[in-house]
C-alpha cells in the first residue's frame, strides 16, 4: 500500500516538474531563456544560466535577471494551478553561483479559477511585433494591467502622448548606436534568423519582412525576417515603462515576476504586448527614459500595449529541450 508521505512526494515532484515545463514558456531577451533550474525533494532552485547570458547587448544581466523572474513567476503560477502554496526566497543566501529563488511547495491549497485561467493564457502569450490595430488600448484595462504590476513590487509608468516622442527619439539612438557596434551586431547575428533549430533565439517566422512606419521603433534585427505586418500606424500604441526605486538583481527578478503578470493579464483582456528593451540596454538612452520617470526611479523595460486580432498570430518561438534547462541535484 502506498502512504500518505509517499503519495505527497509523488504529487509534489510532478507539480515541480510541471512548474518547470509551465515556466520553460515564459519570454526571455532574444529567447535566450537563460534560466536554470535544480529540482530537490520539495523544492525547486532557480539560477541564472551563464552559457545563455548576452554579454555585449547586457552585461549587467538587468534583462537576462528580468526573464527569469518572468519564468519564475510562469513557476508559481503552475503550481498554484496545480493546488500548491509556494514559498519563494529570492536571492538567499546560497553559496550557488547565480542563484536567484528557491521555491518549495509547502502545503495543498484549493486551486482558484484565476490560477488554473493564468495557467491557460501561458500557452497563448507571445511577443506581437506586428503594427497594432485602430481600436484603443481600454483604459480600465490598462488600470488592470497596472494593478499586476503594482502587485509585484514593481511600477508602470503609462507615457503621456508628448513623452511618446521623446522615447521615440531614444529608442532611434539607442537602435543607431547598436547599428554601429560590430560586437552587438555579432551577438544579435548569434542568436536571432533561421529557424533556430537548437530551441533557442528568434526565429525568422516571428521577425517581420517590413519595418511598420511607427512612431517608437520596433527592434531592427539587421535582416529582414518572414513576417508580414501590416503597414499602419502606431497611433493607437500605449507606451508604459516598468520601473521601481532599486536598480539591483532583486528588483530586476521582481520585475520580471511583474512583467510576466501583466503579460498574462494583458494577454486576457485581449490586448498584445511587445518589450522594446533597446532604449534600457544603450546606457546613454538607459538615462533619457529615466527622466521620463521624473526622478521617480529606474527603468526596468519599455513595453507596448496595442489591440491586435488574436486569430491572426504569428507561430511561436521555439524552447530547449527541458534536460537543457533542468539539473540533477
Ligand atoms: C527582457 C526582455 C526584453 C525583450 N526585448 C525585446 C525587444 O527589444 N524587441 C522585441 O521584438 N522583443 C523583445 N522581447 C521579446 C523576446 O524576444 C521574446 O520574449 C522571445 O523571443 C520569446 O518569444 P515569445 O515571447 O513570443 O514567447 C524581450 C523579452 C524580454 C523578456
Known amino acids: 500500500m502506498t502512504s500518505t508521505q509517499t503519495v505527497d512526494a509523488l504529487a509534489v515532484t510532478r507539480a515541480l516538474t510541471n512548474a518547470v515545463i509551465a515556466a520553460s ?37 538587468r534583462l537576462a535577471i528580468l526573464s527569469c523572474g518572468a519564468a519564475l513567476h510562469h513557476a508559481l503560477i503552475s503550481l498554484a494551478a496545480d493546488g500548491w502554496h509556494a514559498t519563494v526566497t529570492r536571492l538567499s ?25 493564468h495557467l491557460q493564457t501561458i500557452a497563448l502569450r507571445h511577443t506581437d511585433r506586428r503594427a497594432v490595430s485602430d481600436t484603443a488600448v481600454d483604459a480600465d484595462a490598462l488600470r488592470t494591467i497596472t494593478a499586476a504590476v503594482e502587485a509585484r513590487q514593481t511600477l508602470l509608468h503609462v507615457l503621456r502622448p508628448g513623452q511618446v516622442l521623446d522615447l521615440a527619439s531614444a529608442a532611434n539612438h539607442a537602435q543607431r548606436t547598436e547599428s554601429d557596434d560590430q560586437a552587438w551586431q555579432t551577438e544579435l547575428r548569434h542568436w536571432t534568423g533561421g529557424p533556430r533549430p537548437l530551441g533557442t533565439g528568434i526565429p525568422d517566422t516571428v ?26 500606424h502606431d497611433r493607437t500604441a500605449v507606451f508604459g515603462i516598468l520601473y521601481g526605486p532599486g536598480d539591483g538583481d532583486i528588483d530586476w527578478l521582481h520585475a520580471g515576476e511583474a512583467l510576466s503578470a501583466a503579460w498574462l493579464k ?40 496595442g489591440v491586435q486580432d488574436p486569430d491572426t498570430a504569428g507561430p511561436h518561438t521555439p524552447r530547449l529541450p527541458m534536460e537543457q534547462i533542468v539539473e540533477q541535484p
Open 25 to 61: 514558456h515564459a519570454p526571455s531577451i532574444h529567447n535566450t531563456q537563460p534560466w536554470r533550474w535544480r529540482p530537490h525533494g520539495d523544492r525547486l532552485e532557480l539560477s541564472i544560466d551563464e552559457s545563455r547570458l548576452l554579454a555585449v547587448t547586457d552585461p549587467d544581466h
Open 266 to 305: 494583458a494577454t486576457e483582456l485581449g490586448i498584445a504586448v511587445l518589450p522594446l528593451s533597446a532604449a534600457i540596454e544603450v546606457t546613454a538612452t538607459r538615462e533619457t527614459v529615466r527622466r521620463l520617470l521624473s526622478g521617480l526611479g529606474h527603468p526596468y523595460l519599455v513595453l507596448r500595449f
Open 93 to 117: 543566501e546560497t553559496n550557488r553561483p547565480g542563484h536567484l529563488a528557491t521555491v518549495r511547495a509547502d502545503a495543498r491549497i484549493p486551486v482558484e479559477l484565476a490560477a488554473f485561467r
Open 207 to 232: 521577425i517581420p519582412r517590413t519595418a511598420a512606419p511607427t512612431t517608437v521603433p520596433g527592434r531592427d534585427f539587421g535582416h529582414r525576417g518572414d513576417m508580414t505586418v501590416a503597414d499602419t
